[in-house]
């Protein structure tokens, strides 16, 4: 008998390329997770298409409809109660959660960032990157706290920036290891393996990948 998986909803705006990641983890028999639903707060988001193709329920929730904040995450939380959601996954969600939302997921919900955390938070963080002339670039999975993009940090992958570098390049190079990444921070935070301590968190686990070691935050290296 195969073990029970986690039920994952992920919050999309966009394309969706970090849930494509997901969903490709969650198609192997071996993965502690499955993606119950997507939820998007844009009508036009190409990522509903993907959850739709991979059989995934999907589900517009346009924040432009409803008169508060409240409302709008009642909305949302209503749809994952439904679905069975237990953890929840910010795929380019371009909304922030508020602290009441979170209490229905509490040390439940990821989040992943195109920068090596607590560096370059909020929007632009490769542009931010770049005009600050730094030679190693990333990105981070996170738990989601009350801030922005201040949670504590699950796993971390490193990129170089390249002189010839501009935005765009250094996006495609972070996001190819985003969709390695996010997987495998989610293949840890549903499994135990990585747990909340604080404001840090300690991961029972080591993973070496093509150019980057995944460490928790103050291991030794």
């Not at 749809?79 to 909304?95: I, N, P, S, T, Y």
Request: net charge neutral.
């Amino acid at each position: 008998m195969s073990a029970r998986r986690a039920r994952l909803g992920v919050l999309v705006s966009g394309g969706g390329s970090n849930l494509q990641a997901l969903l490709d983890a969650a198609g192997q028999a071996d993965y502690p997770a499955e993606v119950a639903c997507v939820l998007s707060n844009v009508p036009t988001a190409f990522a509903l298409e993907r959850a739709r193709k991979a059989g995934v329920r999907a589900e517009v929730v346009d924040h432009k409809g409803f008169g508060s904040k409240v409302d709008f995450e009642a909305a949302l939380l209503g749809v994952m109660a439904d679905a069975g959601v237990e953890w929840v996954c910010l795929a380019g969600f371009m909304r922030l959660v508020s602290a009441d939302f979170l209490k229905h997921f509490p040390g439940r919900v990821l989040n992943i960032h195109p920068s090596l955390l607590p560096a370059f938070p909020g929007l632009h963080a490769q542009k931010q990157a770049l005009e600050r002339g730094v030679k190693v670039a990333g990105c981070t999975v996170h738990y989601v706290d009350a801030g922005t993009d201040t949670g504590p940090i699950i796993a971390q992958a490193a990129v170089p920036v390249l002189p010839e570098d501009d935005e765009a390049s250094l996006s495609a190079r972070i996001l190819a290891e985003e969709h390695r990444l996010y997987p495998l921070a989610v293949r840890l935070a549903v499994t135990g393996a990585v747990t909340l301590d604080g404001t840090r968190t300690k991961v029972a686990a080591r993973v070496t990948g093509d150019s980057t070691a995944l460490r928790s935050p103050g291991s030794p290296t």
